[in-house]
């Protein structure tokens, strides 16, 4: 796995914006799929979004799709998720993880992956209503 550090979190009012980043180490990341994960208090971590190698393919959650947008520059080893018209229902702990080689970005990988470890520490997502 890729080690990753999530950064970017912190507390927002209700239709506010946030930007999360993701720190890649490691000399695979311009290969792998990178995706989005959040885990709320008491739910499962679900997979909030995913982008494949070179950022031409991407997949939303329906929770989240038209609100959040995912990118990434490999040049930098970076992912990020800008987060628009935040809710209180996104409140969550954020990570990221690497997916798998190339285009592997699909609901079914974040769902696989989402289930597996390990995990960077996050980053906290607070939205207040």
């Known amino acids: 796995q890729v080690p990753v550090v999530e950064s970017g979190g912190g507390l927002v009012q209700a239709g506010g914006s946030l930007r999360l980043s993701c720190e890649a180490s490691g000399s695979t990341f311009d290969e792998d799929a990178m995706g989005w994960f959040r885990q709320a208090p008491g739910k499962e971590r679900e997979g909030v979004s995913c982008?494949?190698?070179?950022?031409?393919?991407?997949y939303y959650a329906d929770s989240v799709k038209d609100r959040f947008a995912i990118s990434r520059d490999n040049a930098k080893n970076m992912l990020y998720l800008q987060m628009n018209s935040l809710k209180p229902e996104d409140t969550a702990m954020y990570y990221c993880a690497a997916l798998g080689p190339f285009d592997d970005c699909s609901p079914l990988r974040l769902q696989e992956r989402s289930g597996l470890d390990p995990w960077g520490q996050g980053t906290l997502v607070t939205v207040s209503s």
């Open positions: 982008i494949n190698w070179s950022g031409g393919i991407s």
